[in-house]
């Protein structure tokens, strides 16, 4: 992996630190905002430097496929817990039902990760611990939020497109079995994206509360990146990478 290159431009922000794709979707009439917020989060990706765009810049071997298998796991583990932690502060009878069959999903997926680790001897995540950022941005942040509305933009926008990117990134890298499961928690993340459009559009009426799912979308951004410059870092203190690039001050 080469160091990243600190000449690659960083996306543009707006005075209230807003990338400028996501402040024009806030500008947007109504009825386009959602369309515009995700390709505001589709231009912010794109303007990242290479070795900051995806996780997966590397060949994988058996190693770091654990690795992965378990961070993923652990991914989905604690979605489960933190959208069901949501239900009993979600007083929209849609919403509800909807992210119920999320919990559904997201357990599932835990559940046949669980069981690619168990074929590699691996049958319990007790002995695994994610980095700090991890645990910022999955155990702090995304059960935060003051409503359904930032709940939801935060982890059914920016979370579940960056989940569903990245397993289209590495599944040609898998061995048949693992992605086999992945194939088979594809539509599910589909699914979850469709929920996040539909609140949205439903919920998300006023400039007030645009302004408010913009900048949860654009913490969650900020946050993923940090979340994949950790799981470099791992990789790297395995041997299982080169060292990146220090982190600027």
Same mark, same amino acid.
């Given at each position: 992996?080469?160091?990243?290159?600190?000449?690659?431009?960083?996306?543009?922000?707006?005075?209230?630190?807003?990338?400028?794709?996501?402040?024009?979707?806030?500008?947007?009439?109504? #009825?386009?905002?959602?369309?515009?917020?995700? =390709? *505001?989060?589709?231009? @912010? &990706?794109?303007?990242?430097? !290479?070795?900051?765009?995806?996780?997966?810049?590397?060949?994988?071997?058996?190693?770091?496929?654990?690795?992965?298998?378990?961070?993923?796991?652990?991914?989905?583990?604690?979605?489960?817990?933190?959208?069901?932690?949501?239900?009993?502060?979600?007083?929209?009878?849609?919403?509800?039902?909807?992210?119920?069959?999320?919990?559904?999903?997201?357990?599932?997926?835990?559940?046949?990760?669980?069981?690619?680790?168990?074929?590699?001897?691996?049958?319990?995540?007790?002995?695994?611990?994610?980095?700090?950022?991890?645990?910022?941005?999955?155990?702090?942040?995304?059960?935060?939020?003051?409503?359904?509305? #930032?709940?939801?933009?935060?982890?059914?926008? =920016? *979370?579940?497109?960056? @989940? &569903?990117?990245?397993?289209? !990134?590495?599944?040609?890298?898998?061995?048949?079995?693992?992605?086999?499961?992945?194939?088979?928690?594809?539509?599910?993340?589909?699914?979850?994206?469709?929920?996040?459009?539909?609140?949205?559009?439903?919920?998300?009426?006023?400039?007030?509360?645009?302004?408010?799912?913009?900048?949860?979308?654009?913490?969650?951004?900020?946050?993923?990146?940090?979340?994949?410059?950790?799981?470099?870092?791992?990789?790297?203190?395995?041997?299982?990478?080169?060292?990146?690039?220090?982190?600027?001050?």
């Amino acid at each position: 992996m080469r160091p990243t290159d600190r000449s690659d431009p960083a996306p543009t922000t707006g005075p209230d630190g807003i990338p400028d794709g996501l402040a024009r979707a806030v500008a947007a009439a109504p #009825e386009d905002f959602y369309d515009d917020l995700v =390709t *505001g989060l589709a231009r @912010a &990706r794109a303007d990242l430097p !290479a070795d900051e765009a995806t996780f997966f810049n590397r060949p994988m071997g058996e190693r770091e496929l654990v690795e992965w298998l378990c961070f993923q796991a652990w991914y989905e583990q604690q979605a489960a817990i933190f959208i069901g932690g949501w239900l009993a502060r979600t007083p929209e009878d849609d919403a509800f039902t909807l992210l119920a069959r999320q919990i559904r999903d997201e357990a599932r997926h835990y559940q046949l990760l669980m069981r690619a680790l168990d074929r590699r001897g691996i049958s319990s995540l007790d002995r695994w611990r994610p980095e700090p950022e991890w645990q910022e941005w999955v155990v702090g942040w995304y059960p935060s939020g003051d409503d359904t509305l #930032e709940r939801v933009a935060a982890h059914n926008i =920016t *979370g579940e497109i960056g @989940a &569903r990117d990245a397993m289209l !990134a590495v599944s040609p890298r898998l061995p048949v079995d693992v992605a086999g499961a992945v194939a088979r928690i594809l539509p599910d993340e589909e699914f979850h994206l469709r929920l996040g459009a539909t609140i949205v559009r439903r919920y998300c009426v006023t400039d007030e509360a645009r302004q408010r799912v913009a900048a949860r979308v654009r913490h969650t951004f900020e946050l993923e990146q940090a979340g994949r410059a950790a799981y470099n870092r791992r990789m790297a203190r395995l041997g299982l990478a080169d060292d990146p690039a220090p982190a600027s001050v």
